[in-house]
């Protein structure tokens, strides 16, 4: 008969009958201990594996600890111009909680940017988030960065025109754009900064006279028209605006924007007062904005999502994700204007391709020739203000 306990067990072998020791009897259940805390190790291994592919990290026990490693992070990296402002702050918010898609969110202003970035940085989120403080530290936001956005500068006030906003602008954009040129040749630069229609020719034009500027990664991002009429058209038919797609053409201005209504998907029956009451909204969203705050900023929130949303697609298109169609106003000789907003693919490269217009109703071919001259002016006092810049 076998006993066992922990004075010792009785084990037949051989005819004979031996007697193991209380320690030995200890050494094997330590044994088996360890074991089983060697397997938990490799499941915590592999379950972390599976979930968060190898970045630097490595598990130890149930705990995550950092290493060094040669591989790189997954996402890209992404700098904020300007993310102490109104715009820039909802946006680095919206920013910072796509998590995994960054592998770091650098924020840049010439005040208040550290406490921006210690409020971001408690977002639970994956993104490391970092603050960088006046052109002194503009270079280290800039360096080794894949895609930068630009929304550095004054908001428009009540009664102050674009023109006047473009005197305040011009100087902000053309020096971040020339920094992005020197520390950053191969990024993406999305301008937000307005006028739109003339910051983004100082743009490309300070990158092209330090030898880089690329038309297809200069966009500016009109996405907020876009945004504004899918609501307006959305609300205008009772249905949900996700659902609707308008393209918005021209600039980013109320005398140069132009919806294709005609072209709305899904397609609707709109009357000719129909289509002028919902231009005409878009045309003066921004400036009823603007007064509706009564001088206490433009429209900071939505720009931020529209711009947040751009530069999601943005990101899928840097990862691989093909067929994205997004209307921006771009280098392009979609019409004879040298810039012009319009349905562009997206690439690993910037964009990838240009869209023509599409068939266009005979009301809309009229407000197309009429929007092109003052385009045409925005597109030459930028391009005029970066040639003439002192350096």
């Not at 088996?32 to 592919?53: F, N, Q, S, W, Y």
């Not at 999502?305 to 392009?332: N, P, T, W």
């Amino acid at each position: 008969m076998e006993r066992e306990g922990l004075k010792g067990r009785r084990v037949e072998g051989k005819g004979k009958e031996r007697r193991t020791s209380p320690s030995r009897v200890m050494e094997r259940r330590l044994d088996d201990i360890r074991e089983a805390e060697g397997a938990a190790r490799r499941r915590t291994a592999g379950l972390h594996k599976h979930l968060v592919p190898n970045d630097g990290l490595k598990a130890q026990g149930c705990a995550i600890i950092g290493t060094a490693t040669a591989n790189p992070r997954l996402g890209i990296h992404v700098a904020v111009l300007g993310a102490s402002g109104g715009i820039g702050q909802p946006l680095s918010l919206l920013l910072a909680r796509r998590g995994s898609e960054l592998a770091s969110l650098r924020l840049y202003d010439v005040a208040n940017v550290a406490g921006v970035a210690a409020d971001l940085s408690h977002v639970d989120a994956r993104a490391p988030v970092r603050a960088y403080l006046g052109p002194s530290e503009l270079a280290d936001a800039l360096h080794g960065v894949d895609l930068v956005v630009l929304v550095a500068g004054a908001a428009r006030k009540p009664g102050m025109s674009r023109d006047d906003l473009f005197q305040i602008n011009a100087k902000v954009v053309y020096a971040l754009a020339t920094a992005a040129a020197q520390h950053a040749p191969k990024a993406w630069l999305l301008v937000v900064t307005n006028p739109v229609d003339a910051t983004v020719p100082i743009a490309l034009e300070a990158m092209r006279r330090k030898g880089a500027g690329d038309d297809r990664k200069v966009i500016g991002v009109t996405s907020l028209d876009a945004v504004r009429a899918r609501k307006f058209v959305g609300d205008a038919v009772g249905i949900d605006p996700a659902r609707i797609k308008v393209p918005v053409v021209g600039g980013h201005a109320a005398n140069t924007m132009l919806p294709l209504l005609s072209q709305c998907s899904p397609r609707f029956a709109f009357t000719e007062q129909e289509v002028e009451d919902i231009t005409t909204k878009l045309r003066e969203a921004g400036t009823q904005v603007v007064e509706a705050k009564a001088g206490g900023g433009s429209a900071t929130l939505s720009m931020a999502h529209a711009a947040d949303r751009f530069v999601g697609q943005c990101l899928r298109a840097m990862q691989g994700v093909k067929g994205i169609v997004e209307c921006a106003y771009v280098s392009s000789s979609i019409t004879e204007l040298p810039y012009f907003a319009s349905p562009v693919v997206l690439g690993r490269d910037g964009v990838e391709a240009y869209l023509p217009l599409g068939p266009l109703n005979a009301g809309e071919r009229e407000a197309l020739q009429l929007i092109k001259p003052d385009l045409l002016r925005s597109i030459q006092k930028g391009t005029e203000f970066a040639r003439n810049a002192q350096e």
